[in-house]
């Protein structure tokens, strides 16, 4: 047995620091980590640019309007022209929607590539928890384009700040406004109330208190979820075909005027100030801080964490505003999440991240990295429900996913060349394999084999 590969059924903790809080190894960072575990971690967490040069929410709004009014172009024509020239015109028209899937499509292969390839794999797991704690889905034309910029500019430059001003940037964002409808919320005593048939719209904001900052048991009633949503009314997108610019706009006659009580708390501010001051209390809610860091301290790791690791990071949180970096500095500071066993099985997309870190082909290709997602269960951005995806085990372990992850890395397998699944296995596991891995892997009768049975080894697939 190779000297690299010691047999050990107990995780290192090089391989917790890179695995479990990190999206696996690439080149050296386990020899790296293994230095100072700890200090590795907290060199981890820099700030992610995104600098692609792919369509901003702005762009999006600009397309879409452009869409829109070449929509109603082509239903004019329709009425005048014959069938052949209606036929073409609806064949630009699909052109014209396809062009939509293809930024979402090449926005999100993006975002995967610059993570395979990235020094701070923290960070962006990191960025990755927040993007699915805020889900917003494509459904519908604008929202397949808008997706994915919402943790491009609202979370991202964010990350590692307090984390009022990441709640004000995404429900402030067009993503969010639109996605759950607050661009149609209205207060009941409003002006617009007087010029025509609208009225209040509750999504975003019980999603705020039930998702996004109290949890389902925050101790919140429906009281609660009205209040909020009068003190957010008038927060909407601008016109994009009757107005200069884009993005969030405050509309002073949608809002409903006089004072909030949420949670017993009087707001008495006025316009946009009243919503902005309910979710800066919410960020900074005892409750609000338990929940997020539960959830930080679930996804990062275990599905049961320790209570003395949330109670830990929740202290963290409520003494220094709710700053998401020292929160994260207590996480990987306690002992308590230094767990030496493998505790969470990895999503699809930690499975597929992981894997092309660990194999490192020289080439990547954005689609095929898409489809992987899209074949095995967690399109980007398509959750289907504000609550993001589910990173527990018991709804990725079926049987029909997991003979998914078998075909998809017999597949990767087979397209990157002369695996050396020896090297790989040490790059990406150490010291961390079992014998019996250890000699499945080696007694493969293909290189494209023995790859294929790492990437589905108990070692791999869980962190």
């Known amino acids: 047995?190779?000297?690299?590969?010691?047999?050990?059924?107990?995780?290192?903790?090089?391989?917790?620091?890179?695995?479990?809080?990190?999206?696996?190894?690439?080149?050296?960072?386990?020899?790296?980590?293994?230095?100072?575990?700890?200090?590795?971690?907290s060199s981890q967490l820099q700030n992610i640019n995104f600098t692609d040069g792919l369509p901003s929410s702005a762009d999006i709004f600009v397309a879409y309007a452009k869409f829109q009014k070449q929509k109603k172009l082509m239903k004019r024509q329709q009425k005048q022209k014959s069938d052949s020239q209606t036929q073409s015109k609806q064949s630009r028209k699909k052109m014209v929607k396809n062009g939509a899937r293809k930024t979402y499509v090449k926005m999100s292969a993006e975002s995967l590539k610059q993570v395979i390839s990235s020094e701070y794999s923290v960070s962006w797991r990191l960025l990755d928890?927040?993007?699915?704690?805020?889900?917003?889905?494509?459904?519908?034309?604008?929202?397949?384009?808008?997706?994915?910029?919402?943790?491009?500019?609202?979370?991202?430059?964010?990350?590692?700040?307090?984390?009022?001003e990441m709640l004000l940037s995404v429900e402030q964002h067009p993503a969010m406004l639109i996605y759950l409808n607050n661009e149609k919320s209205f207060g009941p005593n409003s002006r617009m109330v007087n010029k025509r048939k609208v009225g209040l719209n509750e999504n975003l904001a019980r999603e705020i208190l039930e998702l996004h900052t109290l949890g389902v048991d925050g101790g919140y009633n429906q009281a609660d979820v009205i209040e909020l949503a009068k003190g957010?009314?008038?927060?909407?997108?601008?016109?994009?075909?009757?107005?200069?610019?884009?993005?969030?706009?405050?509309?002073?006659y949608g809002h409903e005027p006089g004072t909030r009580t949420l949670l017993g708390k009087k707001y008495s501010q006025r316009g946009i100030s009243q919503g902005e001051q309910m979710l800066r209390d919410l960020a900074m809610n005892p409750t609000t801080a338990r929940y997020?860091?539960?959830?930080?301290?679930?996804?990062?790791?275990?599905?049961?964490?320790?209570?003395?690791?949330?109670?830990?990071?929740?202290?963290?949180?409520?003494?220094?505003?709710?700053?998401?970096?020292?929160?994260?500095?207590?996480?990987?500071?306690?002992?308590?999440?230094?767990?030496?066993?493998?505790?969470?099985?990895?999503?699809?997309?930690?499975?597929?991240?992981?894997?092309?870190?660990?194999?490192?082909?020289?080439?990547?290709?954005g689609k095929v990295l898409f489809n992987s997602l899209n074949n095995l269960g967690q399109t980007p951005f398509n959750a289907g429900s504000p609550a993001g995806y589910s990173d527990e085990q018991s709804d990725w372990l079926g049987a029909s996913a997991l003979m998914a992850r078998v075909e998809w890395s017999t597949l990767i397998s087979a397209q990157v060349h002369r695996i050396n699944a020896e090297q790989v296995m040490a790059r990406a596991l150490g010291s961390s394999?079992?014998?019996?891995?250890?000699?499945?892997v080696m007694r493969a009768e293909s290189r494209q084999q023995a790859s294929t049975l790492l990437l589905m080894s108990p070692e791999f697939q869980r962190r």
């Open 232 to 252: 957010i009314t008038g927060w909407r997108v601008k016109n994009m075909q009757k107005e200069h610019g884009t993005g969030f706009v405050f509309r002073a």
């Open 129 to 164: 928890f927040f993007s699915n704690h805020f889900s917003v889905s494509t459904s519908g034309r604008l929202m397949v384009g808008l997706s994915p910029t919402l943790e491009r500019e609202a979370i991202a430059p964010n990350l590692l700040g307090n984390f009022a």
């Open 1 to 41: 047995m190779s000297k690299n590969l010691i047999p050990s059924t107990i995780i290192n903790r090089e391989n917790i620091a890179v695995n479990r809080f990190g999206y696996g190894a690439r080149g050296d960072e386990l020899a790296k980590a293994k230095v100072d575990p700890k200090k590795w971690l």
């Open 292 to 365: 997020v860091c539960s959830k930080i301290a679930h996804h990062f790791v275990s599905e049961s964490p320790p209570q003395a690791l949330i109670d830990k990071m929740q202290a963290t949180w409520l003494n220094n505003q709710g700053n998401i970096k020292q929160v994260m500095l207590t996480l990987f500071e306690a002992e308590e999440a230094w767990l030496a066993s493998a505790q969470k099985y990895k999503t699809p997309r930690e499975f597929v991240i992981s894997a092309y870190r660990a194999i490192a082909p020289n080439n990547i290709n």
């Open 433 to 440: 394999i079992s014998e019996n891995t250890y000699q499945l």
